[in-house]
């Protein structure tokens, strides 16, 4: 009796997709060597199709989904930019992609190379010497890097537990600081859009380890106040923690170690070109200062004085394991050849480019779009939909009605201080023709929420599924496919 066998409805009994040499041996002489046990007695519920149809079938869905091969992506603080392939040429390279996690040091000399070639490279670009590339996403990064920070603090017999966080600060920070059992103390941003000085030194208690800021913050601006800051909460015993996840602006122009910040994240799989989104895996590495590095992860990549690489597990101050074995190995691979193919002016240029085509793109969407904040911005700019609103047009519909043109929408309702926020990140792989496209397409919808508002308020239309009951499958979260 065979299981009913099905993919998607496109399996016929008896088809197949795969050829198999004739055993060498017969049917009875495998059966002599399989104990019972462990016969089947019901034929494997393989899919019955053949390889053309399996192939149809993952490329149609692939093209169902937006994707940044496939368009414009401006979702901003994601940095969704173009990642090259050559990038993942290297990734799939045999000895990387084969590399077995237990392999002793002295056979994975390359791959150490690569990880510590990596760690030198963040650690020049951020001016922050000590570097761990074991956490494996942005959110674990900040962790890891706040049990740093009470590593720190407890080695010079102080309990502080309480962390200053902007308002304009992604999610993530805040819920760092409550994985870690401290609280938040959140300060406002002035209304520039930045944070000042006092409104710092008003809450910056003794109690206080530190402060996590964002620079660009999240409305892609830069604040502007970051050394005052950085001597205030420095004055009363406090570090200060870069979210570092949005690179993209500071490249080669900004070195957060020159200004005084302590501990960082980088997110390999934004500002590193490491493709990323629908939780894949990241990679979320530190960086800290000389005076930190004690307290890194364990095992630390070091070098012996013969030039030989290896993990060091002796570090008796150290916060310990975050996460098994080395990181997301095959990203840090990716991060590598990016960060090889374009060397120091490369880097550079990448956040020259990234901040002249956000501003180009600030120029002609605020046209048709209030911008709360005016400051040129950074790698990426916040729109508020307020004007279309109380046309009846909501930020959630301008997104919606941007997939019919092909376009993933940008970041909505965040940063939280901008109502009806749209959050616009172009990267610096952007051509002047896109960019004039995407502010052609928002032209036409503020245009549509004069004229015709019903356009907007119910797409997509050309999508292979339309709006969405978002707060069900949100409630209800259910990923498996069933018939
Ligand atoms: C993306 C992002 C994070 C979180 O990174 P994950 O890899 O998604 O955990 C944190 N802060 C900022 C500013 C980000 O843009």
């Given at each position: 009796?065979?299981?009913?066998?099905?993919?998607?409805?496109?399996?016929?009994?008896?088809?197949?997709?795969?050829?198999?040499p004739?055993?060498?041996?017969?049917?009875?002489?495998?059966?002599?060597?399989?104990?019972?046990?462990?016969?089947?007695?019901?034929?494997?519920?393989?899919?019955?199709?053949?390889?053309?149809?399996?192939?149809?079938?993952?490329?149609?869905?692939s093209?169902?989904?937006?994707?940044?091969?496939?368009?414009?992506?401006?979702?901003g603080?994601?940095?969704?930019k173009?990642?090259?392939?050559?990038?993942?040429?290297?990734?799939?390279?045999?000895?990387?992609?084969?590399?077995?996690?237990?392999?002793?040091?002295?056979?994975?000399?390359?791959?150490?190379?690569?990880?510590?070639?990596?760690?030198?490279?963040?650690g020049?670009?951020?001016?922050?010497?000590?570097?761990?590339?074991?956490?494996?996403?942005?959110?674990?990064?900040?962790?890891?890097?706040?049990?740093?920070?009470?590593?720190?603090?407890?080695?010079?017999?102080?309990?502080?537990?309480?962390?200053?966080?902007?308002?304009?600060?992604?999610?993530?920070?805040?819920?760092?600081?409550?994985?870690?059992?401290?609280?938040?103390?959140q300060?406002?941003?002035n209304?520039?859009?930045?944070?000042?000085?006092?409104?710092?030194?008003?809450?910056?208690?003794?109690?206080?380890?530190?402060?996590?800021?964002?620079?660009?913050?999240?409305?892609?601006?830069?604040?502007?106040?970051?050394?005052?800051?950085?001597?205030?909460?420095?004055?009363?015993?406090?570090?200060?923690?870069?979210d570092?996840?949005?690179?993209?602006?500071?490249?080669?122009?900004?070195?957060?170690?020159?200004?005084?910040?302590?501990?960082?994240?980088?997110?390999?799989?934004?500002?590193?070109?490491?493709?990323?989104?629908?939780?894949?895996?990241?990679?979320?590495?530190?960086?800290?200062?000389?005076?930190?590095?004690?307290?890194?992860?364990?095992?630390?990549?070091?070098?012996?004085?013969?030039?030989?690489?290896?993990?060091?597990?002796?570090?008796?101050?150290?916060?310990?394991?975050?996460?098994?074995?080395?990181?997301?190995?095959?990203?840090?691979?990716?991060a590598?050849?990016?960060?090889?193919?374009?060397?120091?002016?490369?880097?550079?240029?990448?956040?020259?480019?990234?901040?002249?085509?956000?501003?180009?793109?600030?120029?002609?969407?605020?046209?048709?779009?209030?911008?709360?904040?005016?400051?040129?911005?950074?790698?990426?700019?916040?729109?508020?939909?307020?004007?279309?609103?109380?046309?009846?047009?909501?930020?959630?519909?301008?997104?919606?009605?941007?997939?019919?043109?092909?376009?993933?929408?940008?970041?909505?309702?965040?940063?939280?201080?901008?109502?009806?926020?749209?959050?616009?990140?172009p990267?610096?792989?952007?051509?002047?023709?896109?960019?004039?496209?995407?502010?052609?397409?928002?032209k036409?919808?503020?245009?549509?929420?004069?004229?015709?508002?019903?356009?907007?308020?119910?797409?997509?239309?050309?999508?292979?599924?339309?709006?969405?009951?978002?707060?069900?499958?949100?409630?209800?979260?259910?990923?498996?496919?069933?018939?």
């Amino acid at each position: 009796m065979k299981e009913k066998i099905t993919i998607y409805q496109k399996a016929v009994a008896g088809r197949k997709g795969y050829n198999l040499p004739e055993p060498k041996k017969s049917d009875k002489e495998i059966l002599a060597v399989i104990p019972e046990k462990f016969r089947r007695s019901v034929d494997a519920a393989l899919p019955e199709i053949s390889e053309n149809e399996v192939v149809r079938h993952f490329v149609g869905l692939s093209v169902k989904n937006h994707h940044i091969d496939k368009g414009f992506y401006p979702l901003g603080s994601c940095t969704m930019k173009y990642n090259p392939k050559i990038n993942d040429v290297a990734a799939s390279l045999p000895g990387f992609l084969y590399q077995h996690p237990l392999a002793p040091c002295h056979t994975a000399a390359g791959c150490l190379q690569i990880i510590w070639e990596t760690m030198q490279y963040l650690g020049e670009i951020s001016g922050l010497p000590g570097v761990s590339l074991q956490p494996v996403a942005g959110a674990h990064g900040e962790f890891t890097g706040l049990l740093i920070m009470r590593a720190y603090h407890h080695s010079r017999g102080q309990k502080r537990d309480k962390i200053i966080i902007p308002d304009s600060a992604h999610g993530t920070n805040p819920a760092s600081v409550s994985a870690l059992g401290w609280t938040a103390v959140q300060v406002k941003s002035n209304e520039k859009g930045v944070i000042a000085p006092d409104t710092v030194a008003a809450v910056m208690t003794d109690d206080v380890a530190g402060i996590m800021m964002t620079n660009p913050n999240t409305l892609g601006l830069f604040e502007s106040n970051v050394a005052e800051i950085v001597e205030v909460v420095h004055n009363r015993g406090g570090l200060i923690y870069l979210d570092g996840a949005n690179l993209n602006a500071n490249l080669g122009i900004f070195r957060p170690g020159d200004v005084g910040f302590d501990i960082m994240h980088f997110n390999l799989h934004k500002t590193f070109s490491t493709p990323h989104g629908g939780g894949g895996p990241g990679a979320g590495g530190v960086a800290v200062t000389g005076e930190l590095e004690k307290f890194l992860p364990l095992p630390v990549l070091e070098k012996k004085d013969d030039g030989t690489l290896f993990f060091n597990y002796d570090r008796p101050q150290s916060i310990g394991r975050v996460h098994a074995f080395y990181g997301n190995f095959l990203n840090i691979v990716r991060a590598y050849a990016y960060l090889k193919a374009l060397g120091g002016k490369g880097l550079r240029r990448v956040s020259e480019n990234a901040v002249i085509n956000a501003n180009y793109l600030k120029t002609l969407v605020q046209e048709y779009y209030e911008l709360p904040y005016k400051a040129h911005c950074m790698h990426e700019f916040v729109v508020s939909g307020n004007r279309q609103k109380k046309r009846g047009v909501k930020t959630l519909d301008i997104s919606k009605r941007l997939l019919d043109f092909g376009v993933h929408p940008p970041t909505n309702y965040f940063p939280l201080i901008v109502p009806e926020a749209l959050m616009i990140e172009p990267t610096e792989t952007e051509s002047r023709e896109i960019l004039d496209a995407f502010a052609a397409f928002m032209k036409q919808i503020d245009t549509e929420s004069k004229e015709n508002p019903e356009i907007v308020t119910s797409a997509p239309h050309n999508t292979p599924v339309r709006r969405l009951d978002e707060i069900k499958a949100a409630r209800e979260l259910d990923v498996c496919y069933r018939e």
